[in-house]
T-cell receptor, first 117, second 110 residues
Framework: GAGVSQSPSNKVTEKGKDVELRCDPISGHTALYWYRQSLGQGLEFLIYFQGNSAPDKSGLPSDRFSAERTGGSVSTLTIQRTQQEDSAVYLC???????????????FGPGTRLTVT | LAKTTQPISMDSYEGQEVNITCSHN???????ITWYQQFPSQGPRFIIQGYKTKVTNEVASLFIPADRKSSTLSLPRVSLSDTAVYYCLPVTSGTYKYIFGTGTRLKVLA
């Protein structure tokens, strides 16, 4: 079956512009995650959705970042007034979700490489 | 949240067993620990997960001591294709944050 897809694969934007990144999770996966990875660095957690709900938005780096998920499927991560420090690869993952204390395997997309000039 | 730490890098030779340790705190009895592998320009890929003692699958083993303050990923007989960055992910119940470990860059030498 199809994996997690993200679009665009690459995005170059000018400082101060808004950008929207899209994630299509695996069909049937109720949990969706966004991460950021700067060049040569580790994975920075941004936000988690269970269905359309994001219980904790405190991982978003600033109020310029927002995310939504509609219909329990597609999610968009929006960055307003982009800054050079926003340049990174933005990774999306999906999973079957949580059941009790168990953790389900996250399936990652290929990422969107964002470059702010 | 306490930081989850891993050694920055490790070198190994083909055919050797490699053990990568992840140090984490505040893991409850039934919380899971998951490990991922990441190649350059790709998203991470799941390797193994467990919540107690020892788990083994076709590619790795995961050891979790009784105090649950660390876990060890064991890769038997590594090959050149195992050169990658390895991340642990302790999943703490009651939180909606997924904080990966700092990552270990494994280089397998011929």
């Amino acid at each position: 079956g199809a994996g997690v897809s993200q679009s665009p694969s690459n995005k170059v934007t000018e400082k101060g512009k808004d950008v929207e990144l899209r994630c299509d999770p695996i069909s049937g996966h109720t949990a969706l995650y966004w991460y950021r990875q700067s060049l040569g660095q580790g994975l920075e957690f941004l936000i988690y959705f269970q269905g359309n709900s994001a219980p904790d938005k405190s991982g978003l780096p600033s109020d310029r970042f927002s995310a939504e998920r509609t219909g329990g499927s597609v999610s968009t991560l929006t960055i307003q007034r982009t800054q050079q420090e926003d340049s990174a690869v933005y990774l999306c993952a999906s999973s079957l979700g949580l059941a009790g204390r168990s953790s389900y395997e996250q399936y990652f997309g290929p990422g969107t490489r964002l470059t702010v000039t | 949240l306490a930081k989850t730490t891993q050694p920055i890098s490790m070198d190994s030779y083909e055919g050797q067993e490699v053990n990568i340790t992840c140090s984490h705190n505040n893991i409850a009895t039934n919380d899971y620990i998951t490990w991922y592998q990441q190649f350059p320009s790709q998203g991470p890929r799941f390797i193994i997960q467990g919540y107690k003692t020892k788990v083994t699958n076709e590619v790795a083993s995961l050891f979790i001591p009784a105090d649950r303050k660390s876990s060890t990923l064991s890769l038997p007989r590594v090959s050149l294709s195992d050169t990658a960055v390895y991340y642990c992910l302790p999943v703490t119940s009651g939180t909606y944050k997924y904080i990966f470990g700092t990552g270990t860059r494994l280089k397998v030498l011929a």
